[in-house]
């Protein structure tokens, strides 16, 4: 038979520990592992993509300030039209290549800016 206050000493620890992990989930958005990277450490063109999307263009890529539907959801998620994606120049591509910046919210005011250059395989939130 178990120890009845064994058992209400575990249901305890159980709950804290989901009240924890929710807490925390909520917190990042449910995005526990994702990176940071500095403006400074973008390769040049993805800071030029930075600069042009804070001013409102212009892009050069007609997809440039499309919705991003976020659907491997590897963002925070959003109601859809909250993400906008942009195109960050690779050198050398003969296409748009694989480098995009996403922008959430309002792109040029609201500071929330993502970085991929694995065409969304993983992102890395800007820190400016």
Do not use: C
């Not at 997809?63 to 120049?89: A, C, I, M, S």
């Not at 970085?115 to 993983?122: A, K, R, V």
Request: hydrophobic letters at 35%; proline letters at 5%.
């Amino acid at each position: 038979m178990v120890n009845p206050t064994f058992f209400r000493k575990w249901l305890v620890l159980l709950a804290l520990a989901l009240l924890a992990a929710t807490s925390f989930a909520k917190d990042t958005g449910g995005l526990p592992n994702i990176a940071y990277v500095n403006v400074a450490e973008l390769p040049k063109e993805a800071q030029t993509t930075l600069k042009l999307i804070k001013q409102g263009g212009p892009f050069a890529y007609d997809k440039d300030g499309v919705v991003f539907g976020n659907y491997e959801t590897r963002l925070p998620k959003q109601k859809r039209g909250y993400y906008h994606e942009y195109t960050v120049k690779t050198p050398r591509a003969r296409n748009r290549g694989a480098r995009r910046i996403i922008a959430g919210a309002d792109p040029q005011t609201s500071g929330e800016y993502y970085y991929t250059e694995d065409h969304y395989e993983s992102f890395r939130r800007i820190k400016e």
